[in-house]
């Protein structure tokens, strides 16, 4: 069964930039619109930016203008390049198809820290 693996996490002072990687085995991320998800303490995981089999982005507000989606095919990788980060952004950043019938068990996620 596909099960994304994303990495790319860490502790970054604010201001600072990440990106995030996910990758599947497959056709999963080629195939499907995908999106970036986080989940912080005591939230609920979130969907915070998506992207189309063409390419098309969309993003939650509260990241927009600071972080991009974007995919290569060929390397069968997801990417979430995040910049001008805030403490607001710590949280476990996980990756899955946007649609809930195709979507994948959640993997672990990959944390990320914004604190001076």
């Known amino acids: 069964q596909v099960q994304p693996v994303e990495s790319g996490g860490g502790l970054v002072q604010p201001g600072g930039s990440l990106r995030l990687s996910c990758v599947a085995s497959?056709?999963?991320?080629?195939?499907?619109?995908m999106g970036w998800f986080r989940q912080a303490p005591g939230n609920q995981r979130e969907l915070i930016a998506t992207?189309?089999?063409?390419?098309?982005?969309t993003y939650i507000d509260s990241v927009e203008g600071r972080f991009t989606i974007y995919r290569d095919n060929a390397k069968k990788t997801l990417y979430l390049q995040m910049n001008s980060l805030k403490p607001e952004d710590t949280a476990v950043y996980y990756c899955?198809?946007?649609?809930?019938?195709?979507?994948?068990?959640w993997g672990q996620g990959t944390q990320v820290t914004v604190s001076s």
């Open positions: 899955n198809a946007v649609a809930l019938r195709v979507r994948a068990p």
């Open positions: 497959g056709s999963f991320l080629t195939e499907n619109p």
């Open positions: 992207i189309t089999t063409h390419g098309s982005p």
